[in-house]
């Protein structure tokens, strides 16, 4: 049996396949293409597809595909076979360069937002050679860009490659001005922990709802849910054991780093952390992630839910997204050292996250802005709306002795006594931990906590990089005409952080007084998409995206579009759901149970005049009532969503829905809920949360 390391990567074209099975002077090119950002050599690319493919058919693989990530926020596929005919039925097998580099979808049928008109078919991918090429069920997958006939980005991953790109130019430049003559490159690395829930499949099975749209329509909360936070880190149930146990094994093959797993907070749900890597690798590693908890949960009968809120009062899933800047000589950007107050260079960068993230607080919001995710911020299980940033006790010291120019006390490693001769002794770290902060300094790296556990990481990274590029740009503009550079640097950091410091709070981002103070403050509070989604095409945003080359102002404004029209499909799904779930299964089966009790106090009255039946009229009561109620809620549900006008904007449309469909689907959730309370078990349609949370 293979160990771990034995089955790492074996599924991938990795670095250590490319050594042994490329010639020298082509791997050796290659690399310089990877590490330096460098155009491909076609005369390299046929190689490469050679080598490729004898190692993919060694492997059991018959078919290619260009996997590529459309702004569905999901994967797509094209497979290939690997044939070519060649004469009186026989077949040869070749993978040319060409094929390796450039393939050719239907890009009709893939949000556009306007980019394509729908009978404009044309669309290209390109290879990523930044990104490993891997086998899946027996086909070659090659990470590749998705653009339009027009050169139009129509995917996730071209806007990261190019936010990294403009991230390293600025950060480069930054480095040279320390003497960082040996630094060539600079990325982003991430670790994206990835929340989510398991249940029964034949339960799931029962609730249209999970299957239509990822999350319940209906539920009334269970006695027993997540009070008593017993499942929190507990002990890992065998099933699911099991199910972890063949995930890492996967993922592992695959080549993705699942480090850490543990049961979350709430009951049925758990966590998978991964290592650390180059941000577009973890891009697409998160994807298969996503991808392989669906499949792995199949295989042991379970079904695994990526929505943020699958069951409302419980609380729901996250993808908390761990950033940092790395050199290509391996060092960490934002590690502090041992005395951070005197370490100048992380002071900078740290001076320009804190800019980027102040004056483009509004597109990190909007970047993780969807109808999904609406569930979760600001309701006291996930960071706040409000943007904002926590630095911990030291580092805030260490602020707020730069921005009022005296001297920094200092803050000794302290060790952790914990009262007990037997336990060790160990450092506490730079900074606590807070929860409640959308963006959170965890001692070497910022947390930014407000994604959706389905949502690609793409979209808030790309927004990340490019904030922090346009914050670095202008410092070395400013620091590269310096006669006196220490001098000059550090008025540029106290500048920085006094007219940024608005943004640090270290306090409780639950407590409503943050709201309050927030306002003051002058930070946004974007509660919703629809709140949130004008900020996407603000002049200053389109500005950034064009100035460093990520978005054109046309493509920041296809994405405008599709998430305004993506919010719109959603609620409407629901909304059609939920009345088709109330009319054919809730109101029969009130109806059915009702009639079952009026059948029983005839019984009763025809036995004797004189037995009471205050229990059946009283009951029969509250299920007329409330089955009324739940009626005329649907009628009312069915015309406001009949009501959505289509001749409207995006914007108009998506306002609509958040303030009449789902105002009116809270109403028929309501009365639902309250029935489930009432009918007998045995004529409620579907499993209620105290089935599907609790026998996993």
């Not at 060694?58 to 076979?81: C, N, R, S, V």
């Not at 489930?676 to 499993?687: D, L, S």
Request: hydrophobic residues 40%.
């Amino acid at each position: 049996m293979k160990n771990a390391c034995e089955k790492f990567g074996e599924s991938v074209f990795n670095d250590a396949v490319m050594q042994k099975r490329l010639p020298k002077e082509t791997y050796k090119a290659l690399k310089r293409t990877i590490e330096e950002g460098r155009s491909l050599d076609p005369a390299i690319a046929s190689v490469v597809a050679n080598a490729m493919k004898d190692w993919a058919l060694e492997l059991g693989a018959t078919h290619y595909t260009h996997w590529f990530q459309p702004m569905t926020g999901i994967t797509a596929e094209k497979h290939d076979a690997f044939i070519k005919p060649i004469g009186e039925g026989n077949v040869i097998l070749e993978f040319s360069g060409k094929e390796l580099v450039q393939g050719e979808p239907d890009a009709s049928s893939f949000p556009s937002g306007g980019l394509r008109a729908t009978f404009e078919a044309r669309g290209y991918t390109a290879w990523d050679p930044t990104s490993y090429a891997f086998i899946k069920d027996g086909t070659l997958c090659i990470p590749t860009a998705f653009c339009s006939y027009g050169g139009e980005a129509l995917d996730k991953k071209t806007p990261l490659l190019r936010s990294m790109q403009a991230l390293n130019k600025q950060a480069v430049r930054v480095l040279k001005l320390f003497g960082n003559e040996d630094v060539k490159r600079v990325y982003p690395t991430v670790g994206p922990e990835q929340e989510y829930f398991l249940i029964d499949k034949e339960d799931y099975k029962k609730r249209p709802d999970l299957i239509a749209t990822g999350r319940t329509l209906f539920g009334a909360k269970p006695a027993k849910g997540q009070e008593l936070d017993d499942h929190y880190f507990g002990a890992i149930r065998p099933r699911v054991s099991a199910f972890m146990k063949d995930l890492n094994e996967e993922l592992w093959k695959l080549g993705v780093y699942s480090k850490t797993e543990h049961n979350e907070v709430a009951p049925a749900q758990h966590e998978m952390a991964p290592v650390f890597a180059t941000v577009n690798v973890v891009a697409d590693h998160n994807q298969l992630v996503m991808e392989m908890m669906k499949r792995v949960a199949d295989r042991h009968g379970l079904v695994c839910l990526l929505h943020e809120k699958p069951f409302d009062g419980i609380n729901g899933s996250g993808k908390h997204n761990n950033y940092s800047l790395s050199t290509d000589t391996g060092v960490n950007l934002l590690d502090p050292g041992e005395t951070p107050r005197e370490n100048a260079q992380f002071l900078l960068f740290l001076a320009a996250i804190i800019e980027a993230v102040d004056n483009y607080q509004d597109l990190l919001r909007v970047s993780v802005a969807y109808a999904g995710n609406d569930h979760r911020l600001g309701a006291n299980e996930a960071p706040p709306a409000i943007i904002s940033i926590f630095l911990g006790d030291e580092l805030t010291a260490v602020i707020e002795s730069i921005a009022s120019d005296s001297a920094y006390k200092g803050h000794k490693k302290e060790q952790m006594l914990l009262g007990v001769d037997v336990l060790p002794e160990f450092p506490k770290d730079n900074t606590d931990r807070n929860r409640t902060s959308p963006f959170a300094f965890t001692g070497n790296k910022f947390e930014f906590r407000s994604l959706g556990s389905s949502q690609s990481i793409s979209g808030p990274n790309v927004a990340l990089n490019t904030a922090i590029a346009e914050s670095l740009c202008n410092f070395a503009d400013e620091l590269e005409k310096a006669d006196d550079f220490t001098a000059e640097l550090n008025k540029l950091i106290r500048r920085v952080i006094r007219e940024h410091k608005r943004i640090i709070f270290n306090g409780n981002g639950y407590d409503p007084a943050w709201v309050i103070e927030a306002e003051k403050r002058g930070l946004l509070n974007m509660r919703t998409t629809v709140d949130a989604a004008p900020c996407f095409i603000a002049k200053k945003n389109i500005a950034l995206f064009a100035k460093h080359s990520v978005y054109s102002e046309t493509e920041v404004h296809s994405r405008h579009e599709i998430r305004l029209e993506k919010y719109v499909k959603v609620i409407n799904i629901e909304s059609q759901c939920m009345s088709d779930i109330a009319h054919r299964m809730i109101l029969p089966a009130a109806l059915e149970y009702a009639k079952e009790v009026a059948k029983e106090a005839g019984l009763k009255k025809a036995v004797s005049a004189a037995i009471s039946l205050a229990t059946e009229t009283s009951l029969l009561t509250k299920l007329s009532e409330q089955t009324a109620a739940l009626y005329t809620a649907v009628e009312a549900l069915d015309k406001a969503t009949a009501s959505q006008d289509s001749g409207l904007d995006m914007l108009e449309q998506a306002a609509y829905s958040r303030d009449s469909i789902i105002s009116a689907m809270t109403e028929v959730r309501k009365h639902a809920d309250v029935l489930e309370g009432i009918v007998a078990k045995k004529y409620w349609p579907m499993p209620t949360y105290q089935d599907i949370l609790m026998y996993v």
